[in-house]
C-alpha cells in the first residue's frame, strides 16, 4: 500500500510539473503593453497561417490552423475561447500583429456588406458582453485573424 501510494505521488508530481512547464513555455517571449489604464499580456508572433491544416498539441488540442465557423469568447486579457461543435474548445492569445474584421458586433455597421477593421479593444469590449461567431485563424497558439461571421 505505501509503494502504491509513493508511486501515485510521484506520477502527479510529473504530471504537475510538466504541466507548468507547459503552461510557462511563453512566458518568456511575452510582454506587457499598456492599454489605457490597464496592462495586457500580449505575444509577438508574425500573425500569419500557411493553409488550414491543424497541428495538434500532446493534449490533442488544435494550436493551429483555421477553425471555420466558431464562437470566440472572452477569457483574459489578451486570451479567447474559440468554440465549434463537434470540436475541443481551443484557447489562444492575440497579439499586437492580429488583424481582426468585424461586421457589426465587434464593430462597424449591422447589415453592411464590408467588413471593417477592429481593433483588439473592440474584441475585447464586444466578446465580454456576448460570443461572437468568427472564423478564427490560429498559428502557434495565437491569433492572426480574427473575421466575424454574419
Do not use: W
Not at 513555455?25 to 491543424?54: F, L, N
Not at 497541428?55 to 490552423?65: P, W
Not at 458586433?105 to 464590408?114: D, L, V
Request: charged residues 20%.
Amino acid at each position: 500500500m505505501n509503494r502504491q501510494l509513493r508511486k501515485a505521488t510521484l506520477v502527479t508530481a510529473a504530471i504537475t510539473a510538466g504541466l507548468l512547464m507547459t503552461a510557462c513555455q511563453h512566458g518568456s517571449t511575452s510582454h506587457s503593453k499598456s492599454h489605457g489604464s490597464r496592462h495586457k499580456s500580449v505575444y509577438k508572433t508574425s500573425g500569419t497561417s500557411h493553409g488550414s491544416r491543424s497541428s495538434r498539441t500532446s493534449a490533442g488540442k488544435t494550436s493551429s490552423g483555421t477553425i471555420a465557423g466558431g464562437t470566440v469568447t472572452y477569457l483574459a486579457p489578451g486570451k479567447y475561447l474559440v468554440s465549434k461543435t463537434g470540436r475541443a474548445d481551443q484557447a489562444f492569445f492575440v497579439a499586437d500583429d492580429t488583424r481582426v474584421y468585424g461586421a457589426g458586433r465587434i464593430c462597424g455597421a449591422t447589415g453592411s456588406k464590408a467588413l471593417t477593421h477592429c481593433t483588439l479593444d473592440q474584441l475585447e469590449t464586444a466578446t465580454k458582453k456576448a460570443a461572437v461567431p468568427a472564423d478564427v485563424v490560429l498559428r502557434k497558439g495565437v491569433a492572426g485573424t480574427i473575421t466575424e461571421v454574419r
